[in-house]
């Protein structure tokens, strides 16, 4: 990945965030632009990192921990939410609160052509759906994006996710290691 504008900060301050509003459970289809803050859930006390096959898994999973008492946070990278589409009918309809923490791809300095549809469509595709969309303009606004989303999913029993930009998660420079 190439720097983006905070570098991992914003991952630190979202696990801090998580701590705070007692999320315990972090859902996720691994990938790099969310690597660190994914390191830090795994390392980090008290929060459980469940690594999933698809990303419909993690909504399943999020409507089953709030029937639990609790609310999770999935986290997918942005061709991921191509996968949750008809996934999300469940909170939706039965008014569950889900909360996505979403990488963004095909935006600028996007080098993989694949993903710029997708990523483009991603935050009217999420409206459409009757998701609350957040976008942090800087590292410094993620978490506070976090905790906002999670009190309005809290408060809505719709969805609401976060999408945290290329500027922020920096792009991937193809080059061997990365």
């Known amino acids: 990945m190439t720097s983006g504008d905070g570098g991992d900060d914003w991952g630190a301050e979202v696990l801090e965030a998580l701590r705070r509003l007692g999320i315990r459970h972090v859902a996720t289809v691994p990938d790099a ?8 859930c ?7 990192l469940i690594t999933l096959t698809t990303e419909e898994e993690g909504i399943a999973l999020a409507c089953g921990t709030w029937l639990g008492g609790e609310l999770a946070a999935v986290a997918m990278q942005s061709s991921g939410v191509g996968n949750i ?3 999300l009918a469940l909170p939706n309809v039965c008014r569950i609160p889900c909360l996505l923490l979403v990488s963004m791809r095909g935006e600028a300095e996007e080098r993989n052509p694949w993903q ?37 999913t809290r408060e809505t029993g719709r969805p609401a996710a ?7 998660i920096g792009a991937k420079s193809f080059v061997s290691g990365d």
């Open 85 to 87: 589409v008809n996934m």
């Open 116 to 152: 710029v549809p997708v990523g483009r469509a991603v935050p009217d595709l999420l409206a459409a759906l009757d998701v609350d969309v957040f976008r942090p303009e800087s590292a410094a606004g993620v978490a506070p994006a976090f905790a906002e989303a999670a009190a309005r």
């Open 42 to 48: 795994e390392a980090g006390p008290g929060i459980r």
């Open 162 to 168: 976060v999408l945290v930009s290329q500027r922020i």
């Open 33 to 40: 632009g969310l690597g660190r803050f994914l390191e830090l």
